[in-house]
């Protein structure tokens, strides 16, 4: 009698699991924590247990693939999530070039893409594809704009710039090129290397050659460090400046000496204890202390842009929750939609206002200038 009566309470159960199962919201995440841009994939990988794992009632799960910092194995581990995992929406993959190569799988299946990515070709210009796409990185042009506005503060006439020779580099130039020329500043040359480069002098000695007041070097990762220290090496005395790409604490304990006096724009996450308050510092000081404890190492901000991902989906999940149920066509399109429709979302980076023509949505909220001294980050006043 005891075995009729557990017999049918088990298959309840298993009944009551299997759907649970089946509304969970699975989120796949791909990130290069191994390889060249291992040092923005790893803090990126080391996030994700940090991640919401709920929303609007439902579990969310995170499924984590590296792809080795190569966009082939990107595109595998995309299609992977896709095809065998069914997940409902995809964080990541680290690297710029590897971003620009899945784009298409994200917009064929219809599975949002949020992308924490330097480079502001995923989502620039909007396309079909491309609406499928949500940058958790403040766009280059408003990183640019405050480097350019502090070189026009200080006299800056000539620019040289040195840039990796992949979509990070070449859309850094597009956007340079462009405000350089209404700010009437001279680029006298612009330079492309590659990540995996052991030498740049030939780059840089053409630079130096030509003499500018300024450099900019426009380069993510450890990649950011080479140009510089070259150019010191060289003996180059002015200013020079970076992208966002080079707010991580190793780009200090690499280039040690030779980046002092470097000023770059990037999220406040470099100098918390120096901003006023305000919500994203809030949700940015939880976030450092939570991944600090877990890890016993302080995040780059590459981790934050994950770790944001994962709040404009918590954020928009229940609302694409009343459009149709986690795994299906109808809800990975009304998550498209929710997210499309961010407003003043406070993050790790800033405060996000999505819109069909901007998928990144900062504003000055999610910039700083920072200047580096004494090999720390301090805010530039």
């Not at 406040?268 to 940015?284: N, Q």
Request: hydrophobic share 40%; charged share 20%; aromatic share 4%.
């Amino acid at each position: 009698m005891l075995l009729k009566k557990t017999l049918p309470a088990l298959i309840l159960g298993s009944a009551l699991t299997a759907t649970a199962t089946q509304a969970e919201v699975k989120v796949g995440v791909v990130t290069s924590s191994t390889g060249p841009i291992a040092l923005v994939g790893i803090p990126q990988k080391n996030t994700v247990p940090l991640l919401p794992t709920t929303a609007g009632g439902e579990t969310i799960s995170y499924i984590s693939l590296d792809d080795s910092s190569d966009p082939s194995a990107t595109v595998k581990a995309f299609k992977k999530l896709i095809e065998d995992e069914k997940v409902d929406a995809i964080i990541g993959p680290s690297g710029s070039p590897n971003a620009m190569g899945v784009i298409q799988f994200a917009a064929e299946s219809g599975t949002p893409m949020l992308a924490p990515v330097g480079t502001a070709a995923v989502v620039l210009p909007m396309t079909e594809d491309k609406k499928w796409v949500f940058k958790t990185t403040q766009n280059d042009e408003l990183i640019a704009k405050a480097l350019v506005g502090h070189m026009v503060d200080s006299g800056v006439k000539t620019l040289g710039m040195i840039g990796t020779a992949d979509p990070y580099g070449e859309n850094w130039s597009l956007v340079m090129a462009k405000l350089c020329a209404e700010a009437g500043i001279k680029l006298t040359a612009v330079e492309r290397f590659q990540r995996q480069d052991t030498s740049i002098t030939g780059q840089s000695l053409k630079v130096m050659m030509s003499s500018p007041d300024a450099v900019l070097i426009a380069a993510p990762g450890s990649s950011s460090v080479m140009p510089e220290t070259t150019l010191k090496e060289q003996g180059y005395a002015g200013q020079i400046y970076q992208t966002h790409g080079a707010a991580l604490d190793p780009f200090l304990k690499l280039g040690g000496q030779a980046v002092e006096g470097t000023i770059l724009a990037a999220s406040l996450m470099l100098v918390l204890d120096e901003v006023p308050d305000s919500p994203a510092k809030e949700i940015a000081s939880k976030y450092v202390a939570d991944y600090t404890a877990m890890h016993g190492e302080t995040p780059a901000t590459f981790g934050g842009n994950v770790y944001d991902a994962g709040l404009l989906l918590q954020n928009a999940i229940p609302t694409a929750l009343e459009s149709g149920k986690p795994g299906t066509p109808e809800f990975r399109s009304a998550l498209r939609d929710a997210l499309e429709n961010t407003s003043e979302m406070a993050g790790t980076q800033g405060v996000y206002n999505m819109t069909p023509e901007d998928h990144s949505g900062f504003d000055e909220r999610g910039r700083e200038l920072i200047q580096v001294e004494n090999n720390s980050w301090t805010l530039l006043k």
